[in-house]
């Protein structure tokens, strides 16, 4: 049986949503973004979703029939679209976080490969998306001192995440590889590359 | 008639503003926009602009601008000594300054943030149906720099028949409202009794992202890391330190410290005008 969501407000114009996972979270964002309404900010994270209205929020009854049946894990998702990026494992942080999960770089690079990933939110930074999915056995902390300047196209773990760093950064991942794909460009529209429920293969250069 | 503006001091930092680029949160981009935008807008009501048309944020210490063409201009915002010539201009008016004029505004005395509004709106290139300049994401404009040209659009609404708003000045040591959570149970009882009565100091790390605050620490019951989550405009964020971050219109779109507050929508532009060094209090609803 599946938890319902919790509702916390957030200040007197957001809501945020405390739902029971990331594909909880998807179901519910892909809902409201079809039935936009009032909504000024639809805000995905690793398992709320935060909603942000123009004006005052509404009701705790108008929320609760907004969200309701999100907790309905069967409903209904649309296939998500896929996207490959190719990467190279060629970063300065490989061989360290191959260390200490006890295994070489090279069987690092093929079980990082392996895994199928699903962009859960984008933050941190425009068009940052951070893809869950990966393998639990190669989970490295974030680095104790983050470097001040990581490298647009830097392909980096931290916990649970992967991600790809659009632009050039401060940041404090494990920098394990490189992407030449141009994951975020003010020029297009939309922007972003990855948005949050995509899939995405990753394969090597 | 458009006019043009010739930057001969840019200030402390002076950027180009409107009313942000909502709705794209989901994506990483921040909103931005003005810090104080019930100011951006009235600065433009003046001139009769459109509410939300780009015009200029100063902050603390303001620019010297030379005015190519006659033009119509308002100051909002901070209360800061603007002179044309040896002319002292009124505040949260509209006022003509003939072509040749330089404006020159000094140091803001109450607030941080001024708002010049140009007749016209000031004209950039708009990213994402947006002037702002985000100096987060370093989305939009750059910020001013001497020799830099600007040019004001066309005007299009009426200019009202009333110039001059009342507009109380920043205060001293501003109460904001705040409302408790959405993290309220990441915090001893402790916390909320601290938040809600102690003296806190805008610390001179703040900037467009966030205003920081220096006072007690505000204890936790949870020392676990919090999973990212969206952040909303006005969050009261405690980072690890303890000491509370007010997130302000370039904040990042998520976050991973809680937050045991946000700051009411009727005190938002209040903690835009926050200043280094100043004092506030909370108060906690």
């Given at each position: 049986m599946s938890l319902p969501p919790t509702i916390r407000p957030a200040g007197d114009h957001s809501i945020l949503i405390e739902l029971e996972g990331n594909d909880a979270v998807q179901r519910l964002a892909a809902r409201l973004q079809a039935e936009r309404g009032e909504l000024e900010e639809i805000v995905p994270g690793h398992q709320t979703l935060l909603l942000v209205w123009a004006r005052e929020t509404p009701s705790l009854s108008e929320v609760e029939q907004l969200i309701s049946g999100a907790q309905l894990t069967a409903e209904a998702m649309p296939e998500p679209s896929e996207v490959e990026?190719?990467?190279?494992?060629?970063?300065?942080?490989?061989?360290?976080?191959a260390g200490a999960c006890g295994i070489s770089p090279e069987e690092l690079a093929a079980r990082h490969l392996a895994c199928r990933y699903r962009v859960g939110f984008i933050g941190f930074s425009p068009g940052f998306a951070y893809l869950l999915g990966g393998d639990p056995a190669l989970q490295p902390p974030r680095l104790?001192?983050?470097?001040?300047?990581?490298?647009?196209?830097?392909?980096?773990?931290?916990?649970?995440?992967?991600?790809?760093?659009?632009?050039?950064?401060?940041?404090?991942?494990?920098?394990?590889?490189?992407?030449?794909e141009l994951i975020f460009n003010e020029a297009q529209n939309p922007p972003a590359l990855l948005t949050a429920g995509m899939a995405v293969r990753l394969v090597a250069k | 008639?458009?006019?043009?503006?010739?930057?001969?001091?840019?200030?402390a930092l002076t950027t180009l503003q409107d009313l942000g680029r909502p709705g794209f949160a989901h994506l990483g981009i921040p909103r931005s926009g003005a810090a104080d935008r019930g100011s951006l807008k009235l600065a433009n009501r003046l001139v009769g602009n459109a509410e939300g048309a780009a015009a200029l944020e100063c902050t603390l210490i303001g620019?010297?601008?030379?005015?190519?063409?006659?033009?119509l201009i308002a100051i909002t915002g901070a209360e800061i000594s603007a002179r044309v010539g040896d002319e002292e201009l009124p505040l949260n008016s509209a006022v003509s300054v003939a072509a040749g004029g330089l404006l020159q505004l000094k140091t803001a005395s109450a607030g941080l943030r001024s708002?010049?509004?140009?007749?016209?709106?000031?004209?950039?290139?708009p990213m994402m149906s947006s002037m702002a300049s985000d100096l987060l994401s370093e989305l939009g404009p750059a910020p001013l720099r001497a020799g830099q040209l600007l040019e004001s659009g066309e005007p299009t609404g009426e200019v009202p028949a009333i110039g001059v708003a009342a507009v109380a000045t920043p205060e001293d040591e501003p109460l904001l409202q705040?409302?408790?959570?959405?993290?309220?149970?990441?915090?001893?009882?402790?916390?909320?009794?601290?938040?809600?009565?102690?003296?806190?100091?805008?610390?001179?790390?703040?900037?467009?992202?966030?205003?920081?605050?220096?006072?007690?620490?505000?204890?936790?019951?949870?020392s676990d890391q919090l999973l990212s989550e969206g952040m909303t405009h006005g969050a009261v964020q405690v980072p690890a330190s303890g000491q509370p971050i007010i997130l302000l219109a370039d904040h990042p779109t998520t976050g991973g410290y809680p937050v045991i507050a946000v700051v009411a929508s009727a005190d938002l532009d209040a903690a835009g005008q926050l200043r280094p060094g100043q004092k506030l209090r909370f108060r906690l609803n």
């Open positions: 990026l190719a990467v190279n494992y060629d970063g300065p942080d490989l061989a360290a976080v104790a001192e983050p470097r001040t300047r990581v490298p647009a196209g830097a392909l980096a773990i931290a916990g649970p995440y992967s991600a790809v760093y659009p632009r050039s950064s401060p940041g404090g991942w494990n920098l394990i590889g490189s992407c030449d | 008639m458009s006019v043009t503006i010739e930057v001969i001091k840019p200030g620019p010297s601008l030379l005015l190519h063409d006659d033009a708002y010049i509004a140009v007749r016209g709106g000031i004209s950039a290139q705040v409302i408790r959570g959405p993290r309220d149970d990441w915090f001893a009882d402790e916390a909320f009794e601290l938040l809600a009565t102690s003296r806190w100091e805008v610390s001179s790390d703040s900037n467009r992202s966030g205003a920081r605050l220096i006072g007690p620490e505000l204890p936790r019951v949870r």
